[in-house]
């Protein structure tokens, strides 16, 4: 099941996610709308229904733990309740700007591949990043929180390029003024 706007929400209530998460994964969601709109009318294969609904229940996780774990707790939750593999993924990676397998095992996540790999993850990952809670920012502000936190900020610069290389320009400029 690829979770249409009313299930997710439904979903938000049942794990009872607080209001400014909701609010915050619904501008994830429309950020990522336009993205893949952009990335699509640029000849790029792009499944926006998948994307939108996981960048709707991307911080589901969140109503279990407010840790970097959110994004591996919320695609189990998405696992239980029978989502769509994609939609479970793109949840999956889109913590950080990705983390590596050796990052998650140091961290002590089931083993895996945490990066973001498809356009759609991508996508979704880079949106959130463009948010402080419901509203876009400018892409430096989240760079320089990476520099604060010792992230990596080349992966971070890198998951930018691979957007806007995907829309056909600044992916900045189309999450801040359409």
Avoid: W
């Avoid at 938000?12 to 607080?18: E, G, I, P, Q, T």
């Avoid at 774990?69 to 999956?92: F, N, P, Q, T, Y």
């Amino acid at each position: 099941m690829v979770p249409s706007a009313e299930q997710a929400s439904a979903l938000h209530r049942k794990y009872h996610s607080n209001d400014k998460i909701v609010e915050h994964c619904r501008a994830c969601a429309a950020i990522s709308l336009r993205l893949c709109r952009r990335a699509a009318a640029q000849g790029n294969m792009v499944d926006e229904r998948a994307a939108v609904s996981a960048a709707l229940l991307h911080d589901i996780g969140r109503s279990r733990t407010q840790l970097v774990d959110h994004g591996h707790v919320g695609a189990a939750i998405l696992e239980e309740e029978g989502v769509d593999k994609e939609v479970v993924e793109i949840v999956r990676k889109h913590v950080g700007a990705g983390i590596s397998t050796e990052e998650a095992a140091s961290l002590g996540f089931p083993a895996g591949d945490y990066v973001p790999r498809t356009l759609e993850q991508k996508i979704v990952c880079f949106a959130d990043k463009m948010l402080d809670g419901d509203r876009a920012r400018p892409f430096v502000e989240e760079e320089k929180r990476f520099v604060k936190k010792g992230h990596d900020v080349e992966r971070l610069r890198q998951l930018k390029r691979d957007v806007d290389v995907a829309v056909g320009g600044d992916a900045e400029s189309l999450v801040l003024f359409g």
